[in-house]
């Protein structure tokens, strides 16, 4: 038995609108269980009936609300705390650098103080299902609260009674925090996040354990937000070095640096709190600096089934640096941004690129399945149940660059096109044309 966390759907989150499978990350902690375009980790919401490019923030510029108040704590963090707590993290996405170059171009706007916000009033600006209701439909998303008020609120739970209410009585035991986009619109004819939300559950540090009311540190509890919050801006789950979470669940911690923030598998906080080179490649491949595509190089290429002709979504690429496989490795599933309807995994796009790479740099480039035990809100885009029915493989000879911008079609012994052992694009699961009412996610490994 070991100690971990995982994401994973939880019901009681209604959809916003159409073709956004997962609105909600939901980050559950459990004390002992047995472990079973441009874009890295990329959206986590994709405009599949229009343009088929990622929805995030215009601009880069991401709009929240926090509350105030002496009454306003966070656990055993004050509201000045709390407040500092949510700042810092997301200072830390605006702040990465890659080899020393600012990659990200973000801004946060902290508008309006909430006040004080508990259960009792948490309906004036959380909007959610309760879980003894059934969501309506389309027209009318919500059972409870309001979208579309201007504000993204980021709730401090001080006793977990926010949580319960979302998500059910007794799931303040279990899970730390929930945050994602609440609200997309058409400006301009490109749709856009507008609004967010989250809740943090501060009854995991109030300095109390017992069976019901289990505890983590603070730096434990960070990792967890950190995470939230790149959903909350509108980035996806990710999964590179999946050996070196097991070997951590195994209690060999010695690759623990090598986990990423955005795996589905959440395993050590305070590890996961500094993002891995694959976050940062992610939050640099949706929010973009001018520096990141200038100074750095990518591969492009697309994905095949056995055919060599038909185009397969969902396969895992990673690259690898040659002399720092773990440090420096970034992943980009196949098809994830594409136009249309139709049953899971079907939409015959296989595009990926692998973006944040060094010039003068070898790459080693290999492909994939996502991990069977990634579904629901734990799913990596475009696939849920992730893809199947092919055999990992790493392409022949390596892939370089000499100048940053550069675009890399080809290695010393293979191209970038993949043709898998995949004969048919059947998977088993649901169809990527609605959102299901229990959109949200991030709980145990079970």
């Not at 490649?281 to 095949?304: D, H, K, Q």
Request: with cysteine; aromatic share 8%.
């Amino acid at each position: 038995m070991f100690n971990g966390l995982r994401l994973s759907k939880v019901p009681g989150v209604c959809p916003v609108i159409r073709q956004l499978k997962r609105i909600f990350g939901i980050l559950v902690f459990f004390s002992t269980f047995s472990p079973v375009g441009l874009y890295a980790g990329g959206p986590i919401l994709v405009d599949t009936d229009g343009s088929g490019q990622a929805i995030l923030w215009k601009n880069g510029v991401i709009h929240y609300n926090l509350e105030s108040g002496t009454a306003a704590k966070l656990g055993k963090l004050s509201n000045e705390e709390a407040v500092a707590l949510v700042r810092e993290l997301f200072d830390d996405w605006k702040n990465i650098t890659i080899n020393g170059v600012s990659t990200v171009s973000l801004t946060f706007v902290e508008g309006a103080s909430l006040g004080s916000v508990d259960a009792s009033n948490m309906n004036q600006h959380f909007t959610y299902c309760p879980p003894d209701k059934t969501c309506p439909g389309e027209s009318a998303p919500f059972n409870s609260g309001s979208a579309r008020t201007g504000e993204s609120p980021i709730l401090f739970d001080d006793d977990g009674s926010m949580t319960d209410a979302v998500q059910g009585v007794g799931a303040s035991q279990s899970i730390l925090g929930f945050a994602g986009p609440r609200v997309v619109e058409s400006i301009g004819g490109t749709m856009y996040i507008t609004e967010g939300q989250a809740i943090l559950n501060g009854k995991f540090i109030d300095n109390v354990t017992s069976s019901s009311n289990p505890e983590v540190t603070v730096e434990q509890f960070k990792g967890a937000i950190i995470h939230e919050l790149f959903h909350f801006m509108g980035g996806d789950h990710t999964q590179v070095n999946l050996s070196s979470a097991a070997k951590y669940l195994r209690g060999d911690k010695s690759e623990k640096d090598a986990i990423p923030t955005m795996l589905p598998l959440f395993v050590d906080g305070e590890a996961q709190l500094t993002p891995h080179f694959d976050d940062k490649v992610s939050i640099s491949s949706l929010y973009p600096s001018a520096a990141f595509s200038s100074s750095f190089c990518r591969v492009e290429g697309t994905v095949f089934e056995s055919d060599s002709t038909t185009q397969l979504q969902g396969v895992n690429v990673i690259a690898s640096r040659d002399d720092d496989p773990l440090g420096e490795d970034t992943s980009s599933v196949s098809g994830v941004l594409y136009t249309g309807k139709g049953e899971n995994c079907k939409a015959h796009a296989g595009r990926y690129i692998l973006s944040g790479l060094t010039p003068g740099k070898t790459y080693s480039v290999k492909y994939e399945k996502i991990s069977s035990g990634f579904t629901g809100g734990s799913s990596i885009e475009p696939c849920d149940p992730p893809q199947s029915g092919f055999e990992a493989k790493t392409l022949p000879g390596t892939f370089s660059c000499s100048a940053g911008g550069s675009v890399i079609t080809a290695g010393t012994s293979a191209s970038s096109e993949i043709v898998t052992t995949k004969t048919t694009t059947t998977t088993t699961g649901g169809d990527n044309q609605a959102v299901s009412s229990s959109a949200g996610g991030c709980s145990l490994l079970l």
